[in-house]
């Protein structure tokens, strides 16, 4: 019930804020700010009933009941269809990330958004309840269904809010999403089906799902249609191109959105459906995942360097680090899904404030082309300061969470592939050479712009240095004592491990 | 305030220093700064002296584990500090030298407007440079490590509004980033292979797991051994430190001279039993050694720049700890470690000295003639060319001497280490002796606009001292390092290896000073010219890794800027709308057209009704 709860307030939130711009057109934000505040204390009280030492106990990753809390309600019965939500540790850090970077998302577009507010907020806070929906819920249909909920909403912050070419990038990104959401649903009936055939009743529940005794054929080909779904989303090389138009074209909070949490849906889905649905048939897949995941490290980063636009640099580079989370989950082992979940929060988080900071440029400069910028911390200091700890920590500086991540990935995956860990580590050189390069050109060497727009620079002001100082301070923890965020993925860990007890190499020799 | 319960407070104090410069970003008044960023270094500096002397009186090796830095599956390295004799050797250096040039820089930076961030990125330097020969395990070593290296890019450009300073920032951290990587690959097998990152551990469990010359150590050997030829600058990866020196001098007499360039040195020594299973990598560290510090020290001959010269002394002189680590006498590539930091910090100060004063000039053949107008810059200079020729009684020579020794002692190859060795000792002499003539002899070209403070004599006076009295220093490595003799050996070795620099003294005073010598129709010759921009260049290895690595990158990154991928999609959408349009054709608004295709239609239906029927 709690959870129902959780997302009933996003989704009244966004109603009431979206008729709230009638009386005030600042009151929106407020209420935005409010109903993700509520949202937290809803999530905080809930877990405060539960015993302290179900956090360290291993789930059955069959048995719903031994989660942290489960909730079911008949809805299509019919069918088996139910409103069935779920939390363990791992949907437990999304969700708090989603909550986290939604406030953030509020703070980074206070001053952006001048047409419709109220319907702005109200979109953002649909996604956020998308998202939380996807992290939470265990029946296969009701999935499907949030993942369409977040969808939308984040297509019409892009279509309606976005810069110059908004109409393309939004409808690239819905085919994209829309075209592989659609793999994953037939993929999702054809299981259920199965399950039907072997269990003699109808059901979409994730728990009634797992270890069917399929064809191995037709494993392969469901398995292929949720890895679609969910490599498009993640997205992995060759099916990222539409990440990078739609950042470009993203309001703010959009691209914070997008690339802090919307991202973290493909990982998440991989990890908790793709893998242990069809483990067999993944893990005989796994080195051509790996595969895709180590081209596409390289490909960001090579791509990121050439880009002038200072969005489309961070969306590259949002490319490279995600092939980190598939090589990661696809390696299989504690120390590497343990890497790709830190990855998951560390990335959400830096290429959140990244995004932030290319928002707060374009709205002091009018422009993201960073041929037209240069030189700017003599006049904005204290912006430099913060793009420079967010670029050191884009390049995996050791002390910062996103280091502990790609080691994490990095040192697991050894162990399974050598060859695709001497490739992945080539992108720690290709992250320092964007990285710096964008540090160059925005913030070094002498300015580009005309000495009227110099003069009346802005610095970070209160509000953007405590977003910001909050987010530096999120990715020092994370970096120096990860141990909480370890803590509460292992078990999950554990227990999706118990489910898939073969790894990627034993696959590969039986091939 | 001795042992390990107090160990964290020697990076603790750099480290708050540099939190608060950062977050207070320049509002401090100016005396604050100056002694936040100074005494800060001096603390710990305090610390480490506690310490050592704890250490030297009761010899017990100090461990403390902080906390768990993170813990998955067998993989928990901690933040934890483990202290033995080489720790405590570095620790002293880098918090000893550290304060002095600290010290230096409160005059030196003094009329620069971003004082409050020099001390910042300095004072973090020296909290990372601390950990990393502290750290118990190999990821805190790289956590320093890294963060050595993001502070020498930071304080490489700090002055971020000339964009070749950032060029040159970039070029050190992407160039050292290299190492890194095969550095971290490193780990992941030494890990993946022995289950820990524990140094000791770990060094415990290879001599158990391994035969001397087993394929993996060798393996897990050359990937830090690219780690250290990164961060010392050693052939291949040498090519970024002369750039380096765009930088303030202090932080090129802290970093790139004193400290973080050593670190490569330290980490061979550290794992060196790691290395003596490995006796292949150990002599390509000889070999990599020996070609570095002839190639720089050619190099250095032929520069104009009093900076680059000494950058290129320092590629040289760390040549000589590699090779010196490379023949097993370890203890001595330390010892050259410690008497290096000593004078070559000297000597960058004494040049920051020369420069500060001097109108920013950086081109010795526009000095001259200093002697009498900077007498304290000029014996500091003196005794620190000295000392880095190894002329007897100097530090440099207690240093260098066992190296040239252990090198001839080594079988088969020791004779060719040794004579490359020595023609290096002669070029040394001959550079070092060049810098002084020029820039303090003869006329002078300009004329100094100030002299040096005390806070700039008082550092300078001191490092003189150390460089000459630092060759009488015993190290406690004796517990760190096998037993190491290079036995009996020949006297005429050992008076040839005296007396090599000595020539070289003479050489470069009839070339620079009473001119008795002259080379001028030799580098008038075209192959002389030819030469001497080879030369110049630094063997050309920038022009040869511009062709290799840089432009096929940026040929590669301008190739795929419009995304190859998205063609295939583009492509897609290209093909539905020429069906769209095809396809519209039909609906021509036409009621012939219309009526045609009807019939048309009916016609096929009726013919499919009627083979349907039959």
Known sequence: MSLALLLGILLAGGLVAWLSERWHKDLPRWLSLVTIGLALLQLVSSLNVLAPDSFTLVPDGRDASSWLIHYQLAWIPRFGISFELAMDGLSLLLVLLTLLLGLVAVASSWTEIDFKPGFFQANLLWTLAGVCGVFLALDLLLFFLFWEVMLIPMYLLIAIWGHENKAYAAMKFFIFTQVSGLLMLLSIITLAWQGYVHNGYYSFSYFDLLALPLDSTLAYCLMLGFFIAFVVKLPAFPVHTWLPDAHTQAPTAGSVLLAGILLKTGAYGLMRFSIPLFPEASMQFAHIAMSLGAAGVIYGAVLAFAQSDFKRLVAYSSVSHMGFVLLGLYAWNSLAMQGAVMQMLAHGVSTAALFMMAGALQQRLHTRNMFKMGGLWYYMPRMGACALFFAVASLGLPGLGNFVAEFLILVGLFAVSPVMTAIATLGLITAAVYSLWMMQQTFQGKTQLATKTTASLQDFGGREMFTMAAMMLALLWLGLYPQPVLDLAQPVIDSLQALVTISPQIAEASL | ?614
């Open chain 2, 1 to 614: 305030m001795a042992g390990s319960n107090y160990l964290w407070l020697i990076p603790f104090f750099p480290l708050l220093s540099a939190t608060l410069l950062m977050v207070t970003a320049g509002q401090l008044p100016k005396k604050i700064i100056g002694f936040l960023g100074a005494g800060s270094i001096a603390l710990s500096a305090l610390c480490v002296a506690l310490q050592a002397q704890h250490f030297l009186a009761s010899g017990e090796i100090m461990q403390v584990t902080l906390w768990t830095w993170m813990s998955v599956a067998n993989f928990a390295p901690g933040i934890a500090f483990y202290i033995d004799g080489l720790s405590i050797v570095m620790m002293s250096v880098i918090t000893g030298v550290g304060f002095l040039i600290h010290l230096y820089s409160l005059e030196f930076m003094d009329d620069d407007s971003s004082y409050s961030r020099y001390f910042a990125y300095m004072n973090l330097f020296v909290a990372a440079m601390l950990l990393l020969v502290m750290a118990d395990n190999l990821l805190l070593l790289y956590l320093g490590w890294e963060g050595v290296g993001v502070c020498s890019y930071l304080l490489v450009g700090f002055w971020y509004r000339d964009p070749a300073n950032g060029k040159a920032a970039r070029k050190a951290f992407v160039v050292t980033r290299v190492g890194d990587a095969a550095m971290a690959l490193g780990l992941f097998l030494l890990f993946t292979e022995l289950g820990s990152l524990d140094i000791q551990t770990l060094l415990l469990a290879a001599d158990s797991k391994w035969q001397s010359g087993d394929l993996i150590p060798t393996i897990a050997t050359a990937l830090l051994l690219g780690g250290a030829v990164g961060k010392s600058a050693q052939l291949p990866l040498h090519t970024w430190l002369p750039d380096a020196m765009a930088g303030p001098t202090p932080v090129s007499a802290l970093i790139h001279a004193a400290t973080m360039v050593t670190a490569g040195v330290y980490l061979i020594a550290r794992h060196y039993s790691l290395f003596l299973l490995a006796p292949i990598t150990l002599e390509a560290v000889a070999w990599i050694g020996l070609a570095t510090l002839l190639i720089a020290a050619f190099t250095a001959l032929a520069q104009q720049d009093i900076k680059r010269i000494l950058a290129y002394s320092t590629i040289s002189q760390i040549g000589y700890m590699f090779l010196a680590l490379g023949v097993g006498a370890f203890s001595a590539g330390i010892f050259h470690l410690m008497t290096h930091a000593f004078f070559k910090a000297l000597l960058f100060l004494a040049a920051g000295a020369v420069i500060h004063c001097l109108h920013h000039e950086h081109n010795i053949f526009k000095m001259g003639g200093l002697r009498t107008r900077l007498p304290i810059v000029f014996w500091s200079f003196l005794i620190g060319s000295a000392a880095l020729a190894a002329l007897p009684f100097t530090s440099g020579f207690y240093s260098k001497d066992p190296i040239l020794l252990s090198a001839w002692a080594m079988p088969n190859i020791g004779s060719y280490l040794w004579a490359g060795g020595l023609l290096g000792a002669l070029l040394t002499a001959i550079y070092s002796f060049r810098l002084v003539f020029v820039v303090f002899f003869g006329e002078a070209k300009t004329l100094p606009n100030k002299q040096p403070g005390w806070k700039m004599s008082l550092p300078l006076a001191l490092l003189c001292l150390l460089s000459i009295i630092g060759g009488w220093f015993v190290l406690p490595l004796d517990h760190v390092f096998p037993a190491y003799s290079h036995g009996e050996i020949n006297h005429s070795v050992e008076i040839i290896s005296i007396a090599t620099p000595l020539i070289g003294l003479a050489i470069a005073y009839g070339l620079f000073l009473g001119k008795q010598l002259s080379i001028s129709g030799f580098t008038q010759s075209t192959l002389g010219k030819a030469l001497q921009s080879f030369c110049f260049s630094g063997w050309r290895f920038d022009a040869l890794y511009q062709l290799l690595w840089v432009c096929p990158y940026q040929v590669l990154a301008q190739l795929w800027r419009n995304e190859p991928i998205d063609y295939l999609y583009r492509g897609i959408v290209s093909l539905m709308q020429w069906s769209n349009e095809q396809l519209s054709k039909l609906q021509s608004g036409e009621l012939r057209w219309y009526a045609t295709s009807m019939v048309f239609g009916l016609v096929i239906l009726v013919l499919i009704m009627l083979r349907s029927l039959s």
